[in-house]
């Protein structure tokens, strides 16, 4: 089977580079589970599609629970070439939905 690439945008590459250790940890398992299974990552917390523009295809997770709580959001960018890129790494209050 083909491993998915996964992209960071330099915005979310910024954000991650703030991350607590802990949860860089999750982003890592995260972003290990998305280049093995694809976007469609059913059994991470709070997981759901996330609706935009036509023909766009977005989802996000919950990183961690309490206050704050961190998601990371991911898109679509190639079906064909199996790319999915991280747009989002932050604060559930300032994400991009």
């Not at 491993?3 to 607590?20: G, N, V």
């Not at 990552?41 to 997981?47: A, K, R």
């Not at 309490?66 to 998601?71: D, E, Q």
Request: charged share 25%.
């Amino acid at each position: 089977m083909t491993q998915w690439k996964i992209i960071f945008s330099h915005k979310a590459a910024k954000q991650a580079e703030k991350l607590k250790q802990s949860t860089l940890s999750v982003l890592r398992l995260l972003t290990e589970d998305l280049t093995q299974k694809g976007p469609l990552l059913i059994t991470w917390p709070n997981y759901g599609k996330l609706y935009g523009r036509k023909n766009e295809y977005k989802w996000h997770c919950h990183l961690s629970k309490g206050r704050p709580t961190y998601v990371c959001c991911w898109k679509l960018i190639n079906n064909q070439k199996r790319t999915i890129e991280i747009y989002y790494v932050g604060t559930h209050e300032n994400a991009p939905y």
